[in-house]
């Protein structure tokens, strides 16, 4: 079954700075690959999202980019700010088999003000 | 819009006792879809409903979790008898198309469940 591989688990940036999370997935087929955010208390919020069509995708501040080939993604975060602060989430999907999403472990980022 | 409601908020109970979760979808979603998460871990799914049907239960321990969606709109998530491992936080999520469409999940708030 797929796999999702997330790194790093911990990131501390600083206001301002640029923040950068990498996954790998398992299974060449995997076709969806959304970003959740969530906060201390609250259930993951999706803040983009990339189809395996696509290699860029840009939101404002944030970005997504894919490389099917070495089968990883990469969420971007620039003009990082204090509201940034929780735990990042990657996830894999074959959406042509149910949206089965496989998260990674998730990454902890910390904007220092 | 509201959002996708679950109940308790918290629970806790000792091992061997059992335990049952709410959700309600938002309204209008098909499918619909429960996660474990343990701490430091990312969301794990259990089950996964389309309607009143289920799609996906392949990593449902079965021998102890059950699931319901008997009108295609609220689900209950039950646990008996409860073992220490199965603390965590449970998801539940829904989505408003079918299966083979790319659409957002959108998750409650999750139960906090701890087992003593």
């Known amino acids: 079954g797929e796999n999702v591989e997330q790194h790093p688990s911990t990131l501390s940036v600083q206001e301002g700075d640029s923040a950068v999370i990498k996954c790998t997935y398992s299974?060449?087929?995997?076709?969806?690959f959304p970003w959740y955010k969530q906060e201390l208390g609250k259930g993951p919020q999706l803040i983009i999202d990339?189809?395996?069509?696509?290699g860029e995708k840009k939101d404002q501040r944030i970005a997504v980019t894919l490389n099917k080939t070495a089968k990883h993604f990469s969420l971007h975060i620039t003009e990082t700010q204090p509201e940034d602060s929780a735990v990042y989430f990657c996830?894999?999907?074959?959406?042509?088999?149910?949206?089965?999403?496989?998260f990674g472990p998730g990454t902890r980022l910390s904007v220092l003000p | 819009e509201a959002g996708v409601a679950q109940s308790p908020r918290y629970k806790i109970i000792e091992k061997r006792q059992s335990v049952a979760f709410w959700c309600n979808p938002i309204?209008?979603?098909?499918?619909l879809y429960w996660y474990q998460q343990i701490l430091g871990q990312g969301p794990k799914l259990l089950i996964q409903?389309?309607?009143?049907?289920?799609?996906?239960d392949s990593q449902l321990p079965k021998d102890r979790f059950s699931a319901e969606r008997l009108k295609g709109v609220d689900s209950t998530l039950k646990i008996q008898p409860a073992k220490l491992e199965d603390s965590a936080v449970y998801l539940c999520?829904?989505?408003?198309?079918?299966?083979?469409?790319?659409?957002?999940?959108?998750f409650g708030p999750g139960t906090r469940l701890t087992v003593l």
């Open positions: 409903f389309q309607n009143n049907g289920v799609v996906d």
């Open positions: 990339i189809r395996s069509n696509v």
């Open positions: 309204s209008g979603h098909a499918t």
């Open positions: 299974d060449s087929a995997s076709n969806y």
């Open positions: 996830a894999a999907s074959k959406v042509d088999y149910g949206q089965n999403f496989v």
């Open positions: 999520a829904s989505s408003s198309l079918g299966v083979s469409s790319y659409n957002e999940q959108f």
